[in-house]
DNA sequence: TAATTAGTTCAACAATCATTGATCTATTAG
DNA sequence: CTAATAGATCAATGATTGTTGAACTAATTA
């Protein structure tokens, strides 16, 4: 899938709406801590099963379990050992990182924040009132 | 807090975790359709309760849940119009959308992967072998 | 062949969370 | 004062999902 946000109006509805499900999708599997630990020892080279229950302190088919979910959304990859095969490696698939980190930039750009042009409301002059409303 | 990754291998366990806990809360946030989609219209200049709710045929309660949630770990903010103060208008925090990609774009780019350096297995050649496993 | 090893798969459980409908608050209009 | 408006809060529900322990596969070793 091509992953780019349309700057015209026109695919909005259709186009936009598939890339912001995927994105979704990638940044819930990521937005799970021991996930995102599992992707920062991967950073590091780490990568059989056990070396990455054993930084973190987790037992293997819950290691297997996260790696799992992250192989189905494309951020990680797998190889086997040739020499013996039931080591299994895994790695951060650089192309799929390249394009979430390109789509990640652009859709959260603060420079490219419009500003507000409502369509409803009074339209009056608007106060800055920060935590008025109380988040328990 | 100062969101920054460590290169040092000194204050990983302890500076990096708290920042990898930060980033996993809000990209578990942003991991949601539905609050995707309001950050989407947001960057659209889009603000009010009832404008969010037409466009993404949601109920204001429901709205009004994810708005908290985004609230809550500081990606959106609040204001009330000053001359009817019974409409209120969400804008996007531009500052932690800053600090929000500038930490993403580091520690997924895939320049900075470390190639592998196993603590164990045989240490043997490895064979390319995707999707030996099967994933259903 | 039998025993280890590395890792996955499965079933069950508990916790989290998005959604819904109802109620409540605050503000403005009549 | 009485609606009406904009939106938040509350309680309940159903689905999703992280975690756990046990069983299972596949590969290697003795």
Known sequence: MQLTLSTNKL?????????????????????????????????EGVQCNCELG????????LISHHLRILREVGLVEVERDAVDARWIYYSLNRAALKELTAL?????????????????????????????????
């Open 11 to 43: 695919s909005e509805t259709t186009e936009d709406a598939a890339v912001i499900e995927q994105l979704a999708r990638q940044l819930k599997v990521l937005g799970e801590p021991n996930r995102l630990r599992i992707v920062q020892l991967l950073r």
């Open 54 to 61: 054993d930084a973190l302190e987790m037992a293997p088919n």
């Open 104 to 136: 990640f930039g652009a859709f959260f750009d603060p420079a490219r924040i419009k500003e507000r042009h409502p369509s409803c409301g009074p339209q009056g002059s608007v106060v800055r009132t920060d935590e008025i409303l109380v988040v328990t």
